[in-house]
């Protein structure tokens, strides 16, 4: 089949299903998609609180319990160890399929009548001392950190799967030590305030430098040692330089952080990270094979428009996922095959329109269930009950849809509309890609949290009488209660984090996590592409004139940088 163009039923631009596309969505049995990639995902991460964090009680035990789902949201919350055990039956709550009301209205009124886990990590179980994590695995002594595994000593940080003592980071997925302020550093020791540096020690204010120690306010170095603003210096030089910028003190960060910022932009950009791949687009891709439209994917294969695949194949329209095969439009449903508009549901087979189901096989419209097969909104069927069953379901899908506010049609093969969402859309991670106001959100039919759970005018020590050096910065700091510069949100420094900042020689924040996470995103590009042209005009990269290679990016063409092609990139590298 040929590609064709498509209108997107939600924003209405025009989109386009590729050749390719066709062949996966006839293998897998779902219709194409009537929403474009961009909304697609907007609709996943809707359906993903991945920050926001309250405080209430198990509905179950009565404990106090760290939970994804305000107080006085709709949902029935047990906190880990009471979802996880004996104490409760997920089939109790089984129902019979309404013929007369659409599957997602029904659906929706099911899912708030299940108990669901208040906060999906694995503390006390097979992590010690991370309940306040969430999306958190195998780990050890870890605060206010989401989606991560397998690392110890790791604070307010995003997508860490490898590594300790890292804080204030997001996407770290190769060993490496004392991280801070970084975006997209690996195999790093003592690297600060970083983006795209590989194996640097002892350096700062880095982008885009390899195998590099002592370095400082650079672009682009290869095996270079003393360097700043990439030019040469002795260590005596260098020392000299590094201790004029008194980066121990808050007022010495802020000026180099300025000055950094602004020197970066008169070096080029690559057009996208690409490592070791073979006919991939997107950006931040490794070692993957036939992998377009991706963001943040590591040792994929056949796969399409998702967000943070790792070892996937053959998956369309997957965030957060990992080892799994021909999934699709999900979010979190790792060691899967045939997990379709699965939620929080891992190690199972051929489910559909799932949410928290693990180990399962055979299931349609389920939540909460482990371990069953063959089940419908919870109930049990033979195999031959459920064939049928699914068939009518499908078929009363597709002639009976749900519509939301905006008018957009549900049918078989559709996600759960954002407006049917368990989370106000500012709590979720859509409104990092796609920011709405509360009113346009509202317009939309979305809900919106006006109750975040936050103090504010509580603070016992002002931004403005914070000592600026972390050596002035005495130990009852831990006593106090800050206020964010920002959004004046109250915060307190717990004790490990203090050990962090004076071991790093770091002053202490002045803004809350929360902000300090949004201007990280501003550091990162969005998950869309924009056919570009290298801007390179150098006639020493092997052309006369401009050079005439194009590309995919998510450098979009408004922006300030400048861009090249990979040929002329490394053309520029030290």
Not at 29 to 52: D, H, L, M, S, Y
Not at 220 to 245: A, C, D, P, V, W
Not at 513 to 525: E, P, S, W
Request: proline share 3%; charged share 25%; glycine share 4%.
């Amino acid at each position: 089949m040929q590609s064709e163009p498509r209108v997107c039923q939600n924003c209405k631009k025009e989109f386009t299903i590729e050749s390719d596309d066709f062949g996966f969505y006839e293998k897998i049995k779902v219709p194409p998609p009537t929403f474009c990639p961009n909304c697609r995902a907007q609709r996943r991460n809707a359906w993903r609180n991945t920050f926001t964090l309250y405080s209430r009680k198990c509905d179950l035990c009565a404990k106090s319990v760290i939970s994804l789902y305000a107080p006085d949201s709709e949902i029935i919350v047990y906190c880990n160890k009471c979802w996880w055990s004996d104490k409760w039956d997920p089939k109790s709550y089984a129902q019979d399929y309404d013929f007369s009301k659409p599957f997602f209205a029904q659906f929706i009124d099911f899912v708030k009548k299940v108990p669901h886990i208040s906060v999906v990590n694995d503390n006390g179980i097979a992590s010690l001392n991370c309940e306040y994590t969430h999306d958190w695995w195998f780990s050890k002594n870890c605060y206010m950190a989401f989606s991560g595994w397998y690392v110890e000593n790791v604070m307010y940080s995003y997508f860490i799967t490898a590594g300790r003592n890292i804080m204030d980071t997001m996407i770290n997925m190769a060993e490496s030590e004392y991280l801070y302020e970084c975006i997209n550093c690996s195999h790093g020791y003592n690297v600060k305030y970083s983006q795209y540096a590989g194996a640097c020690i002892d350096s700062q204010f880095l982008y885009d430098c390899r195998d590099c120690s002592n370095c400082f306010m650079s672009f682009g170095l290869r095996n270079k040692k003393y360097f700043f603003k990439n030019q040469q210096y002795t260590k005596g030089e260098y020392e000299k330089i590094l201790n004029s910028y008194k980066l121990e003190t808050f007022s010495g960060v802020k000026k180099a952080q300025e000055e950094f910022d602004k020197l970066i932009l008169n070096y080029p950009r690559r057009y996208a990270w690409h490592k070791q791949n073979k006919d991939c687009s997107g950006d931040v891709i490794s070692y993957s094979k036939n992998t377009k439209n991706c963001f943040i994917a590591k040792r994929c294969e056949n796969c399409r428009y998702s967000e943070y695949p790792t070892k996937d194949k053959d998956c369309y329209d997957i965030t957060m996922t990992g080892e799994t095969s021909e999934c699709y439009e999900g979010v979190v449903v790792d060691h899967s095959q045939l997990n379709f508009f699965g939620i929080f549901s891992v190690k199972s087979q051929d489910i559909r329109y799932t949410q928290h189901c693990h180990f399962s096989k055979h299931l349609f419209g389920c939540v909460a269930l482990r371990s069953n097969s063959y089940c419908i909104f919870n109930k049990q069927y033979t195999k031959e009950e459920y064939d049928t069953l699914v068939r009518k379901i499908i078929e009363q899908m597709n002639e009976m849809p749900y519509v939301d506010k905006n008018g957009c049609e549900y049918r078989y093969g559709e996600f759960y509309p954002i407006e049917l969402s368990l989370f106000g859309y500012n709590e979720t991670l859509a409104c990092e890609q796609i920011l709405l106001s509360k009113e346009e959100a509202l317009n939309k039919g979305y809900k919106w949290q006006d109750n975040l759970q936050r103090t504010t005018k509580k603070e016992t020590l002002l931004p403005q009488n914070i000592p600026d050096s972390i050596k002035d910065i005495s130990d009852n700091v831990i006593q106090e209660i800050l206020s964010c510069v920002e959004c004046k949100r109250n915060y307190k420094i717990v004790q490990n984090e203090l050990i962090f900042y004076k071991k790093m020689q770091i002053s202490i924040p002045r803004k809350c996590f929360y902000c300090r996470h949004a201007n990280r995103i501003k550091h990162t590009n969005p998950f869309k592409l924009w056919h570009r042209s290298c801007m390179c005009d150098k006639t020493n990269h092997g052309h006369e004139g401009n050079c005439l290679n194009e590309f995919e990016t998510s450098y979009a063409p408004e922006r300030p940088e400048i861009v090249y092609c990979e040929k002329c990139y490394q053309q520029e590298i030290y």
